[in-house]
């Protein structure tokens, strides 16, 4: 596991990410002190200190981006959802601006971008992130370049380090949302990212009960700019939502390693499977995508006739996902019809593959 070396204003530990995990965020160790951070249900706080008012802070919000801010190696804000996290970091580049983003991102973030570009308030750029000398080219002039990487859902893979310094090379601010890798298995800042995104909603918390972003950054000056932005948004999350994600992100390590353990016993078995024309995974991570042969319907029936996996959006808790991304309309037009979206969750892969091969079996030809 890489080790954590937060900056200044985080919560200073020098610990592998798997008990960093377990020990950040806690209350001060004096006699009878909870070992959990309580929820605070206040929306006013007596005067005097530096909080107030909810929609400014809260000690749960406190300390939950204390840890998520030492995993990524930044100042963390959190915000009510992920999306509320992307609208404050579209805010951030001036009128008529140039965004470079992938094809295929997640749907909510496509979606804003393609409508502010309809707006004429930014100039969108759209490329394949795994082909870094388009990546490169499309830098060109750019204030923002905007990363996946693996992307949602065709699990394309960035080389995080040359986008990077091609976007630096133009003064392009870049943020990266690191939703699929979590900063267990990749930490962008070290790489040089500006800024790192989370939906928090997923894997970091773990358990598909909750809705919350989280936006991660090294300058002091850009961390204040996006929490006042979260102020005038009104995007602070509840303090029972950070409560459950706090509780979630203390099995994120031993969560990432299960389900990845589970998804490498599998990715080989679909690639044999006669039903599967394609599997994309990027050889690490909790997530994968399939491509059915027999087409769209066949791919309905495949997620209709799992048992053990649940046929549902959203990714990264417990329990396995699978989903055929198209049957959303605003899903990206680049995304194969016949694409299902697999997120791995922690039962046993062998319940798992016993699952999934009847459903796949069920739309195999005869």
């Known amino acids: 596991m890489p080790t954590i070396n937060p900056p200044a204003g985080t919560t200073k530990r020098d610990q592998s990410v798997d008990t960093f995990v377990v ?6 160790r004096v006699p009878d002190a909870p070992l959990n951070t309580p929820i605070a249900p206040a929306s006013s706080f007596i005067a005097g200190g530096p909080m107030e008012y909810a929609r400014y802070d809260s000690p749960t919000s406190h300390a939950l981006e204390d840890v998520i801010g030492g995993l990524e190696g930044g100042l963390a804000t959190v915000f009510a959802s992920g999306m509320a996290a992307a609208n404050a970091a579209m805010d951030l580049v001036p009128m008529g601006a140039v965004v470079v983003a992938p094809s295929a991102a997640y749907t909510g973030v496509a979606i804003r971008l393609r409508e502010l570009a ?5 100039q969108l750029r759209v490329v394949e992130v795994d082909d870094t000398t388009a990546v490169v080219a499309a830098c060109n002039g750019a204030q923002m370049l905007w990363l996946e990487s693996p992307t949602n859902p065709m699990l394309q893979v960035a080389d995080l380090p040359a986008c990077i310094a091609a976007a630096h090379a133009n003064h392009a601010l870049v943020l990266v949302d690191n939703t699929f890798a979590t900063p267990i298995l990749q930490q962008p800042i070290s790489q040089g990212a500006d800024i790192v995104m989370h939906s928090v909603t997923k894997a970091l918390s773990g358990h598909s009960d909750l809705l919350l972003g989280a936006l991660v950054t090294t300058d002091p000056e850009l961390a204040e700019h996006l929490r006042t932005r979260r102020v005038f948004m009104g995007a602070l999350p509840s303090a029972f939502d950070c409560y459950l994600a706090l509780r979630g992100i203390r099995t994120l390590a031993v969560r990432i390693e299960r389900a990845q353990a589970n998804a490498k ?10 039903a599967v024309s394609r599997v994309r995974y990027p050889e690490f991570g909790t997530m994968a995508a399939i491509e059915i042969s027999e087409g769209a319907d066949a791919a309905d029936a495949v997620c209709a006739s799992a048992e053990l996996w649940t046929y549902a959006t959203s990714l990264g808790g417990v329990e396995s996902l699978l989903e055929r991304r198209r049957r959303w309309p605003l899903e990206s037009e680049t995304v194969p019809m016949n694409l299902i979206r697999l997120s791995f969750g922690i039962e046993n892969a062998d319940d798992l593959w016993r699952d999934l091969k009847q459903a796949l079996d069920s739309v195999v030809p005869n």
Do not use: C, V
């Open 23 to 28: 020990s950040a965020g806690r209350p001060e």
């Open 118 to 122: 309809e707006i004429g308030r930014i």
């Open 265 to 274: 016993m599998i990715i080989p078995l679909l690639r044999d499977h006669p």
